[in-house]
């Protein structure tokens, strides 16, 4: 099975690169002519839980150059997601499948209309970031899910598993409730990423304060209720465990929206706690805790030419 990673930034690029470590014939397709002039010409290189060495992966800036693939790996921003179209209609082969690991909701829903039938779903808990052009750290190894939307294992599912096994950066399954699946890690993002970029806070120091853990309960449980009124069944029983849990487990890191407001970059908070949002008045639900989250971080992206610096 031969792999297109659409987007090589932090994950694609670690992912891009235990693929072809790992074997696999994969090419990465980015839009940002310097990262692939850099990576062509000196390597991706690569540091962290996996350790540090030179990879010289496939990358290409033009889809033309990419070829036919079966895979079509999309890790781009949510808000590029409708951008990557055009590009999969490039490189995707007669058969090739689709498969989206990206943050938040409303990917797959961006997607299948333009491949019927042809689109997987799925979360990854591996952690990536980026340091530089051609520079990234794996910051952290874990399972994978993927599955189909209708909750049918296919031999398709059990063949791009089977590929993504390779990375050996964790268990990689197939599963019946994929969807499940993105809403769960849906919820631990809302509960983490906003709280954490407005708090200024690495990931473990948001429960350290019984107000940082009402936030974390407030969050989760307006979730929940979103999540039951729409018949979704999550993967784990207990989700305000869940968030702490991941919290703890990944203390020192940053997330990645912190990191896209340091880098002056778009968050993904339109489909994180404002698509909750949504999917609540939807279904006639109030979601103050959500909106007030997605109002703060959008705000905290408009103004970041106005920010007031003060003395440390």
């Known amino acids: ?19 072809s470590e790992g074997g696999v014939d994969a090419v990465l397709i980015e839009r ?10 000196d390597g991706l290189w690569l540091e962290g839980v996996s350790g540090d060495r030179l990879i010289r ?13 079966d895979l079509a790996l999309v890790l ?8 990557t179209i055009a590009t999969i209609e490039r490189i995707l082969s007669d058969e090739g499948v689709v498969l989206t690991l990206q943050n938040g909701i409303g990917n797959y829903e961006i997607l299948e209309p333009a491949f019927p039938g042809r689109v997987l779903l799925g979360t990854t808990t591996i952690g990536a970031m980026a340091l530089g052009a051609g520079r990234f750290r794996h910051t952290g190894v874990g399972p994978t899910h993927l599955g189909e939307p209708d909750g049918i294992i ?3 599912t059990r063949a791009v598993a089977s590929v993504l096994e390779k990375m050996n950066a964790g268990p990689v399954h ?15 993002n809302a509960a983490i990423n906003a709280p954490c970029t407005l708090l200024r806070l690495r990931n473990g120091d948001l429960p350290f304060s019984q107000a940082g853990k009402e936030l974390i309960h407030d969050v989760v449980e307006e979730c929940l209720t979103i999540a039951r009124a729409k018949g979704i069944r999550l993967i784990f029983d207990n989700p305000e465990e869940r968030v702490i849990a991941v919290c703890e487990g990944t203390a020192g890191n940053i997330n990645s929206m912190f990191q896209d407001i340091i880098a002056g970059r778009r968050t993904e908070i339109e489909f994180i706690n404002a698509a909750l949002a949504k999917e609540a008045q939807s279904v006639g639900i109030a979601a103050p805790a959500n909106r007030t989250l997605a ?3 959008q705000a905290l ?10 003395p440390v």
């Open 57 to 69: 992966p496939q990358i290409v800036w033009d889809p033309a150059e990419a070829g036919k693939v």
């Open 174 to 188: 197939p599963v019946e409730n994929a969807v499940g699946s993105v809403w769960s890690k849906l919820i631990i």
């Open 154 to 156: 296919r031999e398709r």
């Open 32 to 41: 940002d002519s310097e990262q692939v002039r850099v990576v062509r010409e």
């Open 1 to 19: 099975m031969r792999v297109g990673i659409v987007g090589a930034g932090a994950l694609g690029s670690v992912l891009g690169g235990l693929l």
């Open 295 to 297: 109002s703060l971080i």
């Open 301 to 310: 992206e408009s103004t970041a030419d106005r920010r007031v610096d003060l």
């Open 76 to 83: 781009v921003k949510a808000y590029d997601t409708r951008g």
